[in-house]
């Protein structure tokens, strides 16, 4: 489906919990990037394309981009001006852009990244002690390329890395070319899906390529330090089964391919990006507690990658599945079944605060395990009032009818109406509008 099906009015608002982020009167359908990166100095350079059109007319606009040194910006192939202040380059075309205008945006720049500082700690490029990798979400994506920060402001990439030629380079998407010269070897990358700035990713290191499945099976592969090849085998072991039946119960894997990256640290949590997920060494070993994190890694292709929140307000539709998706492949691989997960979460959640409203968490409380547990549970509260024979269909078709597009809760909610001989208002008024923590149905 077009991405572009999303009513224009629920994308061109600023987004509530971040409204410094993004500019809502353009969209991005197309970045071109050409990045050069030195690991040693942690310096990166390169040229931003960006292809556009106005919605309204523009007499300026504004990209997310932080503390580098700008060389040249150019509207249309002519110089513009442009101010950089606070994370905004705000640029002003030598001619104002008409409504509706395709435009194409050139930006020069060099510097050294750096994460960008949040609440949840620093977003987006981070230096490693040996290369480097990207984790953005929410908005740590201006940490190294000029974007339309917003999750809904969906655009197809290609990007060049060029590094010296030991490392290897991992971005979402099909590797097109991989050249070397003199000892720098530039890796080209198309992702051709509809991709949100947060989930754009770059990770460089001494990374050897494991294979997990090959076709006709989406190919998987692992990127990890040589000497955790073993290791990430044994603790990866079941991706690929895992794959198989995320593909039967959501539909076709959204994307090409997928690759697992095993960053040389040790990471807080793994972390989801467009046909790429980031894990730490401490997430090797095998165990359910790892092995529920390769499950939701590899559930938000389908949700919130490939089915995008309109704006962050949403989240629990990203995660709330995600979090379901660990206990359906836990229930299918033969281990304890969803009840019994949605049953510790329950009691797990009864004795915490009651003070998170799911469908609008604020964005303090947008990342805490609550609204992880409290997602999961409104699903399976869904689950037990639909039955399998309606529930299932009714996630398989979501993610299938908004494959590469763009959702709110007032969808979810419409959606999962029609798969029900009733009306879902009260469940979903209880789980997703009022704190308190509804109890526990029985399955019907
Ligand atoms: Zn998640």
Partial sequence: MNPDHAAPHRTAAPDPYFPNSGDQRYRVHRYELALDYRPGPNRLGGTARLSAVARVALPEFALDLADFRIGRVLVDGKAARYTHRAGKLRIRPAKALTAGAAFTVEVHYTGNPRPVRSPWGGLGWEELT???LVASQPV????WFPCNDRPADKATYQIAVTTPSPYTVVVGGRLLARTTRASSTTWVYEQSAPTSPYLVTVSIGPYQAVPLAERPAVPQTGYVPERLAGEFTAGFGRQARMMAYFEEAFGPYPFGEYAVVVADEELDVPV???GVATFGTNHLGGGWGRERLIAHELAHQWFGNSVSIADWSHIWLNEGLAKYAEWLWSEHAGGPSAATHA?????LLAGLPQDLRLGDPGRKLMFDDRLYQRG?????ALRTVLGD?????MLRDWATIHRHG???TADFRTHAARYSDGPLDALFDAWLREPALPPLRPAV
């Fill in 406 to 408: 763009v959702v709110n």
């Fill in 272 to 274: 989801e990006a467009q």
């Fill in 389 to 393: 024979a309606s529930f299932l269909p």
């Fill in 130 to 132: 040996d290369g480097a």
């Fill in 140 to 143: 740590g994506a201006p940490s």
């Fill in 376 to 380: 999961g549970l409104t699903v399976h």
């Fill in 343 to 347: 049953a510790a979460a329950h009691s």
